[in-house]
């Protein structure tokens, strides 16, 4: 049986990550083009990419690192990532006294990479996901580090939590909320907050057509596995679903749509036109989600938008926004 986390205890949790973690603010957005586009829809966007470490990937890495036992931070931590949770951990094992090893696959981005090492961390380079995943339990059984999950587990959901009740209490009344959506770290514990907070407003997720594990998963009503993978969006590309994650996903979100990467491209294009933000893949997808398959269902209401990243490379960032202004 899934342990949901209650709300209390995502308060705890937040309590407890407080001093590590900001607060980031909430903006109502008002331009002529998302006008244009929505018509008298209020978005109101969660600037989570002003996060410690540009990512909300920090409240769930502190949250575990917290609760690490005197042994268990005398060993240091190990993980995985394509670049945010990597990131995160490093600052969580610095915040804490400890060590990490971080596994990232050979082609990972250069400037998460140089985040990554920026807080301390080892970085280890893997041919791919798959081996990466076997690396990571070869330190953990010889070195004895403890593995913390880039999506699942208990503590990460309740970190993202705090994020779903902060957003809920700063923005107020809200008829849907809109989260990107990838191994679901973030989506299980933001969805489990927003709806125990919020019964009646929805929640949507948004993935990328080309790594579309939680839209199979939920389809077959267990955790999936891809064998392939394409999208622009790494933070949202794992390879597999998880238990945990999967489950409080499939709870508390209402349904989970897909965009393409020319949909991210011009959302990136959007929000960095009229809010002046320049987000990742990733920290785009749910205003491509409004712009695209939620467009007429979401016209009129007040609607939640998680950005939840902005760790991406100058050229990269400035690539995706010409290719999503061309068309």
Known sequence: MTNVPTLDEIRQTRALIDRHVLTTPIHTWRGREIGEAMGSTEP??????????????????????????????????????AGNHAIAAAYAAKTVGTSAKVVMAKNANQARVARAKAYGAEVISAENVVEGFELVKKIEAEEGRTFVHPFEGPWTSKGTGTLGLEFSEQAGSLDAVIVPVGGGGLASGLSTAIKLSQPNCKVYGIEPEGADVMSRSFRSGKPERLEKISTIADSLAPPFTTPLAFELCRRHIDEILLVDDQALRRAMALLFREMKLAVEPAGAAATAGLLGPLKDRLKGKRVGLIVCGANIAAADFAEAVRLGEAG
Not at 60 to 70: D, F, H, I, M, P
């Open 44 to 81: 109101v966007l969660k600037l989570e990419l002003f996060q410690h470490t540009g990512s909300f990937k920090a409240r769930g890495a502190v949250a575990v690192t917290l609760n690490l036992s005197k042994e268990q931070l005398g060993r240091g931590i190990v993980t995985i990532s």
